[in-house]
């Protein structure tokens, strides 16, 4: 689950991290009451305008400004609130359609007065799934694209890795400041920083923090100007206060309405359409669409209690993508029983109607010859099959004659 950086931002403030401060709204009257408490509590002299949507690179889509008077505090809320934005990362990229700002926030200026002697850092915390070990990524390049430094200048991107049974070391702190540069009062404010933000990563159960730019001031503050926050949705059971910040607008409407119904689904740009019980099983009918000359359009895992209703509305999560071209139906039946299955996609065929998609169905496991009987002899267009290369062979033939 992805967080806006205002609420990312108070997550950090939460562990100690210092901030950038902000305050988050919605219309331009909120946005010149915010500057205005601003100018009260900071005394900052102007104020930074950022639109909140997921994804990055929003200041070079117009979506972040910085503005010298409360005039460009109110010109700049009205252009940005309501804009469709267009970043690298929204979907589409810059020629799709965008995400529609619904909120901003008005963040103080921490770059005044002495800009020059101000300096940018990356710092991210991840798992690295290779070593099995939390990382702290780093580099003396912030404001960029890490991928871009990554890739042209790899030596000025490091690494510290985090043993599970001890946790964050203070020399790990300590390496990390001296390897960006830093001495004196940024050199332990650093220190302090990576320490809380790791406490912040492993308090939270999140799968990655990312500050980027992490700003060195002309004081020498160390400050989280910008931050993504993606949070391990397996985890938010022990963070209910954290799963209440989902924020749906920012979803895609089809894997909202999907989770509300406990499936498991992630759109994808193919034009077969999935429905699986089980993630492995999920895996491995994607890669036989994939051979059989067919690119998936979803993962769909309806579980393992895969009756009528279930199979009912996955199909009707599947239909609305209109790139569909035929549906594969993969089911191993060991807790759930196949002829189940079999009846629950004969009655949701019958009760959608009007679905003019080929359908293949493959049930394999307990009762799956009752399975195959009830399909053949339903009378609807719907292919059964027994191995998974016959069902590999039906989406071929049904994809030559689309």
Known sequence: MNLHEYQGKALLKSYGVAIQEGILAHTVEEALAAFDKLQADTGTEMAVVKAQIHAGGRGKGGGVKLSKTRAEVEENARNILGMMLKTPQTPGGVDGPGKLVR????????????????????????????????????STEGGMDIETVAEETPELVHKEYIDPTLGLQGFQTRKIAF?????????????????????????????????????KTGDDRILAVDCKVALDDNALFRHPDLAALRDTDEEDPTEVEAKAFELNYVN???????????????????????????????????????????????????????????????????????DRVAQGVVDAYKNLGNINVPIIVRLQGTNADIAKKIIDESGLEVHSATLLQEAADLVTKVLAKA
Do not use: H, Q, W
Request: glycine share 10%; net charge neutral.
């Open 103 to 138: 909120k901003i926030i008005v963040a103080e200026d921490v770059y005044a007065p002495d800009f020059d002697a101000c300096k940018e850092y990356y710092v991210s915390v991840l798992m690295d799934r290779e070593t099995k070990r939390n990382v702290i990524v780093y």
């Open 179 to 215: 390897n960006l540069g830093l001495s004196g009062v940024a050199f332990k404010g650093m220190t302090k920083f990576i320490a809380s933000l790791y406490k912040a990563f492993v308090g939270s159960d999140a799968s990655m923090f990312e500050i980027n730019p992490c700003l």
């Open 268 to 338: 994808l740009d193919g034009n077969v359409g999935c429905m699986v019980n089980g993630a492995g099983l999920a895996m491995a009918t994607m890669d036989i669409i994939k051979l059989s000359g067919g690119e998936p359009a979803n993962f769909l895992d309806v579980g393992g209690t895969a009756n009528a209703e279930r199979v009912e509305k996955a199909f009707r999560i599947i239909l609305k993508d209109k790139k569909v071209k035929a549906i594969l139906i993969n089911i191993f039946g060991g807790i759930v029983r196949c």
